[in-house]
């Protein structure tokens, strides 16, 4: 028995697992997106990112394990060599579709993931921004507002008027 017909079913695992892991991921994220919608969810929204944090580990150790898996045929951890490491297992007579499509889904959800994660942190970051100003004005923090001079070059305006004095 060679190698890859030992490892194959180890790997269909992995990829099965990962793919239910990115399943997970995929949910949480909508969750987040939802939750971001609804501005006034600040313990929801970092429950959700506890979930995610663990999510994204357990996909990292997937990968380290597929490196582990591709080193055994002598193949970088890219998606070249996972097409190769297919090949390879069919050439062996080993029954692939299965895992090609689990592979195929894996790597779809896992794109649509990074979008929202992306969508997801620009959303915090525009959240983060108008709480931070909202309590700068409230506070009467000096704003700082940049305006361009004859020049053409920014300039920048302090000023400070509390609206709400406690």
């Known amino acids: 028995m060679t190698m890859i017909e030992q ?6 695992k992995l990829i099965l697992n990962a793919l239910q892991l990115a399943h997970q991921l995929h949910q949480e994220l909508n ?3 939802e939750a971001l919608k609804k501005t006034q969810q600040a313990e929801l929204i970092t429950a959700i990112a506890t979930g995610k944090k663990q999510l994204v580990i357990e996909l990292e150790q997937f990968s380290s394990q597929l490196t582990q898996v591709l080193a ?5 951890n890219n998606q070249e060599s996972v097409k190769e490491y297919f090949r390879r297992a069919e050439t062996a007579g080993l029954p692939t ?8 889904q894996l790597m779809h959800v896992c794109a649509e ?3 929202l994660n992306e969508q997801n942190g620009a959303g915090i970051d525009l959240l983060s921004r108008h709480t931070k100003r909202s309590l700068d004005i409230l506070k009467g923090k000096p704003e700082i507002a940049n305006t361009y001079g004859s020049d053409g070059r920014t300039r920048s305006d302090r000023y400070t008027r509390p609206l709400i004095s406690v």
């Open 31 to 33: 969750r987040e997106a």
């Open 97 to 104: 579709a299965e895992a090609i499509n689990n592979w195929t």
């Open 113 to 115: 993931c990074r979008t």
């Open 7 to 12: 490892i194959f079913p180890i790997t269909e």
């Open 72 to 76: 055994t045929e002598k193949l970088p």
